[in-house]
């Protein structure tokens, strides 16, 4: 019974160490999309090896739906990006388009 509470006790420990250690933004408005849009897709094409230089966007929402769409520029060009997510969303649950029209 012992090592069972011990166990537990352990278990509580990690769990709250990992919530502290990652805060997941919640998205209320449109704007609050933007910033993690374009970081999203700057990362999106770092990832392919494609660097990133100017981001141009707007937001707005339509019915629940939190909308950024945009482009980011490239060495190659203009790059679309379109973002989205429900009103009061996790990260998580955040989509971002990058290249998709």
């Not at 069972?4 to 990652?22: E, M, S, Y």
Request: contains cysteine; positive net charge; hydrophobic residues 40%.
């Amino acid at each position: 019974m012992k090592k069972l509470i011990i166990t537990a006790a352990v278990l509580c420990a990690a769990q709250g160490a990992l919530a502290q250690g990652h805060h997941e933004m919640v998205f209320s408005e449109a704007s609050e999309l933007m910033p993690w849009c374009q970081k999203e897709a700057s990362g999106q094409l770092g990832s392919k090896g494609v660097a990133t230089h100017g981001w141009s966007a707007r937001h707005y929402s339509k019915d629940n739906l939190l909308i950024v769409e945009g482009q980011i520029r490239t060495d190659k060009g203009d790059v679309p990006v379109t973002c989205r997510v429900a009103r009061g969303g996790k990260e998580r649950y955040a989509v971002a388009e990058v290249g998709k029209k």
